[in-house]
């Protein structure tokens, strides 16, 4: 289950620094009518990059709905509204073993 409720309007950092790969821990969305903005940086670009924006409707079983493959970073949008419950970020290809940080916004969406 999730370690924390994400608050809407509230910058949240999803991984922090983590080098390497793997998954963040699992966070709770605070509406199902999200609005998600993700940004990635890095201490050094990384050769090779690839990170996945996940959600859930149980915790256990995951969907990808976007993915990051910038080396140089970036902020993405994902605009429509994500219908879940929980959220997290997996790092899947991280190559050089480059310090990673992922934060996230959530904001409602227009009815």
Do not use: H, Y
Not at 11 to 26: E, K, M, P
Not at 86 to 101: D, H, Q
């Amino acid at each position: 289950m999730p370690n924390i409720l994400i608050l809407l309007g509230k910058l949240l950092t999803i991984i922090n620094a983590r080098v390497g790969t793997g998954a963040s821990d699992t966070f709770a969305l605070p509406s199902r009518t999200c609005i998600l903005t993700w940004q990635t940086t890095f201490d050094v670009a990384p050769a090779v990059i690839d990170i996945d924006i996940d959600v859930s409707l149980d915790g256990t079983a995951w969907t990808t709905i976007d993915t990051s493959t910038a080396v140089g970073g970036e902020v993405r949008v994902i605009a429509a509204a994500t219908g879940a419950l929980f959220i997290r970020a997996i790092v899947n290809t991280n190559t050089g073993n480059r310090a990673v940080t992922l934060t996230l916004v959530a904001k409602v969406a227009n009815p």
